[in-house]
């Protein structure tokens, strides 16, 4: 599997890293993209990471699905067109959508989330006004997947590996990581 992380400065910098360490562990192909087209993309808590490619250069063709971390970057992404245009190209072609804490804002400002279950931060809401949104860490409305926040990473990833690799990768993923063994 292989999905395009969306990144601008202010990403939340756990939600981003965090999710794309335990995909990759998974064996996901994870590709950071830079929504600005900078080389150096710097985190909400000063993370700077390396983008993988530009924005302008991302293919839909080429991925399995995207991954919309929150953070003040939600905004620069909500605002930004060709971000836009890139996520509903993946929702019309069946891709993967799949964002945490204030990234589903991207979805709900393209009526992506109407009507359907869905988790996001406190207070972001207002962007998904014909959304279910349910408090849970993690949710999956088809090929839909949202993250309440960056306490949540680890549910977050691992639905997403539940729902796209299956149940079995999951439980060994979590046991590799030793989530939750000690309780």
């Keep these: 599997m292989k999905f395009v992380a969306l990144l601008a400065d202010g990403y939340e910098d756990i939600e981003a890293l965090g999710t794309t360490a335990i995909l990759r562990r998974a064996g996901f192909q994870v590709d950071f993209a830079s929504v600005l087209e900078k080389d150096v993309i710097v985190g909400s808590f000063g993370t700077r990471v390396l983008a993988d490619l530009p924005l ?9 699905g995207v991954f ?3 953070g003040a970057q939600s905004k620069t992404l909500r605002e930004n067109q060709t971000v836009l245009r890139l996520v509903k190209e993946c929702a019309e072609t069946g891709k993967w959508l799949t964002a945490i804490c204030a990234g589903p804002t991207v979805l709900g400002v393209l009526g992506l989330l109407d009507g359907i279950k869905y988790t996001s931060y406190p207070n972001t809401d207002l962007f ?3 959304g279910i949104r349910v408090m849970k860490p993690a949710v999956t409305s088809g090929n839909i997947i ?3 926040g960056a306490g949540c ?6 639905e997403i590996i539940r729902a796209v690799l299956g149940k079995d990768k999951a439980q060994d993923i ?3 990581i030793l989530f939750r063994e000690f309780e």
């Design 153 to 158: 990473v680890t549910e977050f990833a691992l």
């Design 128 to 130: 998904m006004p014909s």
């Design 68 to 70: 919309i971390p929150g």
């Design 146 to 148: 949202t993250g309440a």
């Design 174 to 176: 979590k046991k590799r």
């Design 56 to 64: 302008s250069s991302v293919s839909v063709a080429d991925y399995d």
